[in-house]
């Protein structure tokens, strides 16, 4: 069992820059990528990023040149770097851990609100 927790959401302006950081206990060796996710109202979830233990990284096209995914591997930590940001990418974001038999964790989720 792997518990996540998130931090570093809040309100920013178009144009600027938040970070996210991803903290996860318990059993933490299980864990083989890790990433973000985010679910608009009325949207479903849709990935944003994720990275590999060995540091492999996938984006969403929309976040492509403006987020920026990265992993701590001491720390067990993951963070996500944005930038640029629009009123599109406001957003609940979830912390999201799968382990090496695909089992999914969960964080409990952190709002990023952008206005325009």
């Known amino acids: 069992q792997v518990q996540l927790v998130e931090s570093g959401g809040g309100l920013v302006q178009a144009g600027g820059s938040l970070r996210l950081s991803c903290a996860p206990s318990?059993?933490?060796?299980?864990?083989?990528?890790m990433g973000w996710y985010r679910q608009a109202p009325g949207m479903q979830r849709e990935l944003v990023a994720r990275i590999t233990r060995g540091g492999s990284t996938n984006y969403a096209d929309s976040v492509k040149g403006r987020f920026t995914i990265s992993r701590d591997n001491a720390k067990n930590s993951v963070y996500l770097q944005m930038s640029s940001l629009k009123p599109e990418d406001t957003a609940v974001y979830y912390c999201?851990?799968?382990?090496?038999?695909?089992?999914?964790?969960w964080g409990q989720g952190t709002q990023v609100t952008v206005s325009s």
């Open positions: 318990g059993n933490i060796f299980s864990i083989s990528v």
């Open positions: 999201n851990a799968q382990d090496y038999n695909s089992r999914h964790s």
